[in-house]
């Protein structure tokens, strides 16, 4: 009977409350039948129907530049010292990695399915596949081109550094000299620290700069896994 | 016919969850997907795939998984469906649908997705693939 | 005369602007809405206010380079004003090119209508039913086009009208003129 009612009835939703659990389809349909309060205005919602995998669209560099420099002029308002504004920008790129990799991951898995005949694999589980990543796709998305280098510390077991010799974020901020070992990348470094964290690889990212005659701005950014992701990556690949 | 759909997050916290015709044992099915939350953490470190079918079974239901590049898990608990290909495609979906709800700004990871839009979106869907 | 706004605005873009992927874009700027609105604990007022003040910043720049790449000399009347708004300075920067509408009788007022807002991909509101009667939430672009404008001696009073993320049918921002500030040195000339 429910069947019937279902393909009578257009399909409703009232919305998910995690106090109440999941509702059934007659509850959902008699529910929406009942107006909630009348002054309560729902935002309205068209993104579902909107098409993730369009062409890409893109805007100038100026606009994102202009937006990232008041952006560190704000924070650098709200913030005492190098320290704690380093922590904001990071804190920013941070959201911001937690939802780029999700879009990322499907993007790829959208193109493999549609360009190949395999199935969309696409977690990263080992280290340096996260890494390859990160150092590919990740930085060719936002950047338009590969990191420059990838590499593991030979000090410490836990420490990679990605390179990037003119990283797009700093390339029209001046730091004043007070600001000595402050890298705008902070921000970039926030970002990949929020796709590790979220992949269940958990890691503290800096970004350092360290410039060389050709490269003044040339960056690194500094991962450091955490000690118990080390560890499972030697028990479940043995490396 | 029937089955339970559960979101759940990297705290193991339910994100989202749907009921279709599980009357038996309607109560119960937080529980057993929640048990198979241990089977799909430990698969998911031995292969890159996203979707796992057929991980459990309680009764005559069975439970497949799939989790995402972020680790938000995708579980179905489920009778009677037409086949594993209508349920990955299912999930596949869903995970456009996730990342959709994911990018707008005032949403947080691990928060509940108690969006109309999407709750209507999600059965839309489950009458596209399994016509309940 | 109608000079061809649209091609000069199509060509600075495609040759002579660095380009970026415009989610980075997005998203950035939808974590700074985000942060501000935990900052500021929803009063979404306060919000706006800051917004248009980050985009004033903004604006007072970006006019530079506006001019610097386009070599645009004064404008006749506040109608070119509009037309190289939204043809070429909409185009140069969000690559979208909102509809100029609305034009009042005594020439001082417009409407630009945004189909496409970089800003607001994929956003949709806080249902706490405040947000959506109080914040604009790309409020940043009335600040920019307030500054920009003030730094050609237009005082400008810009404001948004509508919103679709508010479930207005379309997102307008409403443009009035107040006065043409006096100048010392006229814009563009030595």
């Known amino acids: 009977m429910s069947r019937i009612l279902s393909s009578a009835k257009p399909i409703q939703g009232i919305g998910y409350d995690p106090l109440i659990g999941p509702q059934r389809v007659e509850e959902v349909e008699a529910s929406a039948n009942n107006s909630t309060s009348v002054d309560h205005v729902t935002p309205p919602n068209f993104n579902y129907d909107r098409n993730l995998h369009r062409m890409k669209h893109d805007v100038s560099l100026s606009s994102f530049s202009f937006l990232f420099c008041e952006l560190v002029s704000w924070s650098r308002e709200r913030a005492n010292g190098i320290q704690e504004l380093e922590k904001r920008l990071n804190g920013l790129g941070y959201t911001i990695g937690l939802k780029y990799l999700e879009l990322l991951g499907l993007r790829e898995n959208y193109i493999t399915n549609t360009t190949t005949s395999k199935n969309g694999l696409n977690r990263d589980i080992k280290i340096i596949q996260m890494l390859e990543f990160i150092h590919t796709t990740f930085w060719k998305a936002l950047f338009g081109k590969t990191a420059d280098n990838l590499e593991r510390s030979q000090d410490n077991v836990c420490n990679y550094m990605i390179t990037d010799n003119d990283p797009l974020a700093n390339r029209y901020i001046s730091v004043p000299s007070e600001f000595q070992n402050f890298n705008c990348s902070a921000f970039v470094a926030g970002i990949i620290e929020g796709m590790l964290d979220s992949a269940y690889f958990q890691a503290d990212v800096s970004a350092h700069t360290v410039e060389t005659k050709e490269n003044p701005n040339r960056t690194v950014f500094l991962i450091q896994f955490d000690e118990a992701v080390i560890k499972r990556e030697q028990i479940r690949f043995g490396s | 016919m029937s089955l339970y759909l559960a979101l759940i997050g990297t705290r193991d916290n339910p994100l989202y969850e749907m009921e279709i015709k599980m009357d038996p044992i309607r109560d119960f099915c937080p529980f057993i997907v929640h048990s198979a939350l241990d089977i799909i953490e430990d698969l998911q470190w031995k292969t890159n795939q996203l979707y796992f079918k057929n991980i459990d079974n309680y009764d005559n239901y069975s439970i497949s998984g799939y989790v995402t590049p972020g680790n938000i898990k995708f579980m179905i608990l489920y009778q009677n469906l037409r086949s594993d290909e209508a349920i990955r495609q299912f999930f596949g979906e869903l995970n456009d649908l996730y990342v959709k709800t994911l990018l707008s700004p005032f949403y947080t990871i691990n928060e509940a997705i108690r969006s109309k839009a999407f709750d209507q979106k999600v059965r839309m869907l489950s009458r596209k693939y399994f016509n309940l | ?190």
Do not use: H
């Not at chain 3, 185009?91 to 970089?118: H, R, Y």
């Not at chain 3, 790309?138 to 509508?162: I, W």
């Open chain 3, 1 to 190: 005369m109608s000079k061809p706004y649209k091609l000069i605005g199509e060509d600075v873009y495609k040759n002579r602007t660095e380009k970026i992927n415009s989610e980075l874009f997005t998203l950035t700027y939808g974590s700074v809405v985000a942060q501000l609105c935990r900052d500021y604990n929803n009063d979404y007022k306060k919000v706006n206010e800051q917004l248009e003040s980050m985009g004033y910043n903004i604006g007072i720049r970006l006019i530079e380079e506006f001019l610097a790449k386009t070599n645009f000399g004064r404008c006749i009347n506040f109608k070119e004003t509009a037309e190289i708004i939204s043809k070429v300075g909409f185009k140069m920067f969000l690559n979208t090119t909102p509809t100029v509408d609305n034009f009042s009788a005594d020439g001082k007022q417009f409407n630009l209508i945004l189909e496409d807002n970089p800003l607001a991909e994929f956003v949709e509101l806080p249902d706490d039913n405040k947000a959506v009667k109080e914040l604009w939430y790309s409020n940043v672009l009335v600040g920019v086009l307030k500054g920009a404008l003030q730094m050609v001696q237009l005082d400008v009073d810009v404001s948004f009208v509508k919103d679709i993320l508010r479930g207005d049918p379309s997102t307008e921002i409403k443009l009035r003129l107040n006065k043409i500030l006096k100048d010392e040195i006229p814009a563009g000339e030595d």
